[in-house]
């Protein structure tokens, strides 16, 4: 893998969704837009919203960076591009983290409005503060980035890979922690959501929410899903393919 490469490919990526600006706003637009939303939702119990509005910020950006960089990755290969950039001194891990890294950026951005939004115009206390936030969102735009490349190599048109939302993500939203504690669930849908993702970015949030200073439990929680991404990363390295 080189560096360069890695680094023109995010360029090249960055460059492409600049000039579409539906992308754009499905990334910067969209969620600031629901957290207000839910705060309107829930405007005769503030108690709620400020409890699960951070936890939502753990998992908008996953869903967004999910469902774009799937069809964006799946677009890359159905139109030939993919087998254009592997005839040039290019390897599938430079095309992969050149992707993750563009993406990441795109999440520190979004984490940056969204956050903005939530801290500032709807006055939601949290108490490990901005930075702790911040990398909380963007670890879960990673994990959403990463899902997205991994899981796009199954599919064979746009449509298919939207399908993987439903399939992939809501069955992780229903279990994380967002509804009901993961430990008033039944037995088997704790241990599904201890395999899952989602759950520990949802829980990374909780604990920025509700503690003041960085505990080892964030620390814990952000590893995990460091590593399902790095993990998803490689195996979408290994799994893509060119548009038969």
């Not at 005839?87 to 993406?103: Q, R, S, V």
Request: net charge positive; with cysteine.
């Amino acid at each position: 893998m080189s560096p360069s490469r890695t680094l023109s490919t995010a360029s090249r990526v960055l460059r492409q969704l600049s000039h579409d600006p539906r992308t754009v706003a499905l990334l910067f637009i969209v969620p600031p837009v629901l957290l207000t939303i839910m705060k309107y939702v829930f405007q005769g119990e503030p108690q709620v919203y400020n409890s699960i509005a951070p936890m939502l910020l753990g998992i908008f950006p996953m869903i967004m960076m999910f469902l774009i960089t799937s069809i964006v990755t799946l677009r890359e290969r159905t139109t030939g591009t993919l087998d254009r950039l592997l005839t040039m001194p290019m390897t599938k891990l430079d095309f992969i983290f050149g992707y993750a890294l563009a993406f990441s950026f795109l999440g520190l951005c979004q984490a940056l409005i969204s956050a903005g939004v939530m801290l500032g115009f709807l006055n939601v206390t949290v108490l490990g503060g901005v930075i702790p936030t911040l990398i909380a969102v963007v670890f879960a735009s990673f994990l959403g980035t990463s899902l997205g490349l991994f899981l796009s190599a199954f599919a064979t048109s746009e449509f298919q890979a939207i399908q993987f939302m439903p399939a992939f993500i809501m069955p992780q939203l229903l279990v994380c922690g967002l509804f009901v504690a993961q430990d008033l669930m039944a037995k088997p849908l704790q241990w599904f959501a201890d395999i899952m993702p989602l759950t520990y970015s949802v829980k990374a949030m909780k604990q920025v929410t509700e503690n003041a200073t960085w505990t080892h439990e964030l620390t814990k929680d952000l590893m995990i899903v460091a590593v399902f991404g790095i993990v998803a990363l490689i195996l979408g390295s290994l799994t893509i393919r060119r548009q038969e």
